[in-house]
């Protein structure tokens, strides 16, 4: 047997004075890190196994169990830490392209976290949401330059087809095939309920989820899976993927174990076969591309449902930001490098791509200079945590935000981030049918209600303190920001001020 | 009236809600005082077969032929719960031969013991639907 270089990442810690041998940590871990073995007084544990994704904590009814940080550890180096030395001793051993699940983890500046918000005071009184009206209602879309009139003097509606949010909150694409059956349909009712839109990420739409296409956006990635007009003309609006944060400049790959029944169906690709997304769109390779597949999209909906660009938040992203704006397309989706992924390549992951602040700081002032912010909406995510978060988007310059890891961890994620591994435990990125049953939906639904009704009020709590009364007063409002411990340059490119100043 | 029902499509097979059966009829406010080192004694049992499970309790039927078979009348309704009184059950178990669901089992001390939808435990409603994590277990009037 060749040598384990590397000892088990956690220790599950279980009480033997409170566990009573019920044996739900066994038959609810898909790693099989408990086991009972029969003549033994308690059941067994092997830490090697363990993914900490809680399942077993959480399901124990005597709260007998926990997951602790192994203790052992490799001599102290500020320099090679044990997370790098592990990798490389699993790289020595397979020879392969280390992959990770969910975002970028690594000790990066968050910036939302650097940002204060403002109160009103004696002028500009704050108001009390609970008494007085508040609107959280947004629109996304193209804004027509100017006002037409026909030869009666009336004016013509110019609008653009628009998409109409109770709150400025979407959920961002997770296919289905990277998710189960049973997440999407959570996510696609409590977009219904929640009137806002769900994403359908690169998996095409499952044909018991047409019924919420009002409420459904269409995503077409460089695989083009299950592709067709019904498809297009379903949701809402369609979403061109160009690139994701959590692996810029790279396409995807869902494993062919993945493609079982009905995602093979939806996809339209034969079951057990790779479905690898390339890394480039094939047909795009400048803005001029980009708007023929723009215009392509729009023909074949009749022009009735905006287009939305996606592009992942890169170095330059406020030049790309600036040719997508002049593309036909009527909002630009800007993914920063913390944003979620059922799969990345480490490295790609934790070392690709810009903080989102900073870009949508940056996209905004740049297509206001050029006098073309009105073109599209701007649209960010890439770990959108909470509604502060929320509110210092908006302040910041965007329209709306796209949540995906928020919206799984109120459907049980744990941020194990071994999404990868196809074993989720809490049913949701998996297509196990054992482990897809765990998320029954109706209870899953009503958990994404809940976050976002309870993001709503906060929202509404925080616009109320500025004496804000519409979000749309907020949008943009860099005034309303203040940086903390922030240098002069950081300050620059957001916008802001420093606290005090 | 309202009574435990089953959603096979939902159920884990993770027996949590025999175990919350076991600690509501062992009563105490800590599971693992009650039950640590007790072979957990339920009204609800999970069946399995493979990847298919299914937890499995009393129906309160209206024509309950556990009750028609009970030879001492210790088997009787209250409000359609169907419900033993120990101190009449002689024990011949022959409601347990006659309930087609197995929903009724002799308990370790004699008598006869089924699922009497918690209405004598402390917290009064069904300990197994609570306990249920994935609302596969629910408590509902549908009419029956």
Sequence with gaps: MPINYIYSEYEIVRNSDRCINCRACENQCANEAHYFAEGSENTLCDDSKCVNCHRCVSLCPTHALKIIKNGNTYKDNANWSDRTINELYRQASSGGVLLSGMGNPENYPVYFDKLLLNASQVTNPSIDPLREPMETKVSLGSRPGEIERDEKGCIKNNLPPQLSLSMPVMFSAMSYGSISYNAHESLARAAQELGILYNTGEGGLHEDFYKYGGNTIVQIASGRFGVHPQYLSSGAAIEIKMGQGAKPGIGGHLPGTKIVGDVSRTRMIPEGCDAISPAPHHDIYSIEDLRQLVYSLKEVTEYKKPVIVKIAAVHNVSAIASGIARSGADIIAIDGFRGGTGAAPTRIRDNVGIPIELALASVDQRLRDEGIRGNVSVVIGGSVRSSADIVKAVALGADCVYIGTAALLALGCHLCRTCHSGKCNWGIATQMPTLTKRMNPDIGYKRLVNLLTAWKHEIKEMMGGMGINSIESLKGNRLMLRGVGLNEKELEILGIKHAGG | ?144
Excluded at chain 2, 5 to 18: A, I, M, Q, S
Excluded at chain 2, 29 to 50: C, F, Q, T, Y
Excluded at chain 2, 81 to 86: K, N
Aim: net charge positive; charged share 25%.
């Design chain 2, 1 to 144: 009236m309202k009574k435990v029902y089953v959603n096979e499509k939902w159920c884990l097979g993770c027996r949590l809600c025999e175990y919350y059966c076991a600690f509501a009829a062992a009563g105490g406010n800590d599971m693992a005082k009650a039950l640590k080192g007790v072979k957990p004694n339920s009204r609800i049992k999970i069946e399995k077969h493979g990847d298919i499970s299914f937890a499995v309790s009393c129906r309160h039927c209206k024509e309950a032929l556990c009750l028609r078979g009970c030879i001492t009348g210790a088997l009787g309704v209250t409000d359609g719960v169907v419900a033993i009184d120990h101190e009449r059950c002689v024990s011949c178990y022959t409601c347990v031969l006659l309930c087609p669901y197995g929903a009724v089992s002799p308990s370790p001390e004699g008598p006869a013991q089924k699922c009497e939808l918690c209405v004598k435990t402390t917290d009064g409603s069904p300990a197994c639907v609570k306990g249920c994590p994935n609302r596969a277990i629910v408590f509902e009037d549908r009419g029956e």
